[in-house]
């Protein structure tokens, strides 16, 4: 056996391995999810970051496969990574809502559909989670206009979950606020 093929050999091998590990480990996420009822979007995000990771394990192990050195692979990730580190210095902010969004997504009670307040004196909000993404908190607040909130903000303010009842009846009260006769006199 000449040495192309049985790198072609152990490079199979490899990816059969890896996809074998990659499908046990998201039916194990898949069955966490179902159990926690969790919402499909974090099911999603999940799943998307399990194979980056799964790619970037299979890209080093073909590397070094393939004639790399570790010591080259380890060269060009600790560029890689010192580069990001550069980027992510200069844009601290990007990081912490990455942080930020990666703890809403895995230890805040709060899912996509919640009903919440955010409790603040200065700018109080109110209204029905559309989307968490790993930046920003999208918030459809009673006139179904969807704000989009940092997540770093979302993280350090106060937030009630409210029941679907509480939100609607507020929604009905502004709507009685509007249709009283001496509401508009009032504004005046």
């Not at 502004?174 to 009283?180: C, F, G, Q, R």
């Amino acid at each position: 056996m000449t040495p192309l093929e049985f790198k072609l050999i152990e490079s199979l091998i490899l990816l059969f391995v890896l996809g074998i590990i990659r499908y046990v480990v998201s039916k194990l996420i898949v069955s966490r999810y179902r159990r926690a009822n969790f919402d499909i979007t974090r099911k999603q995000l999940t799943i998307k970051v399990l194979n980056i990771l799964f790619f970037m394990v299979l890209g080093f192990c073909l590397a070094v496969i393939w004639g790399l050195s570790g010591q080259d692979v380890i060269a060009g990730i600790g560029s890689v990574i010192t580069i990001l580190g550069v980027a992510f210095f200069a844009q601290w902010s990007l990081l912490c809502n990455i942080t930020s969004g990666l703890i809403l997504f895995f230890n805040h009670p709060l899912k996509i559909g919640d009903y919440v307040e955010i409790v603040d004196k200065d700018f109080p909000m109110s209204g029905r989670v559309e989307n968490i993404t790993l930046f920003f908190l999208h918030l459809r607040n009673k006139d179904n206009h969807v704000y989009t909130l940092s997540n770093t903000i979302v993280v350090q303010k106060t937030m009630r979950i409210m029941k679907p009842e509480e939100f609607f009846e507020e929604i009905e009260k502004l709507e009685e606020d509007k249709n009283t006769p001496g509401a508009e006199s009032a504004l005046d």
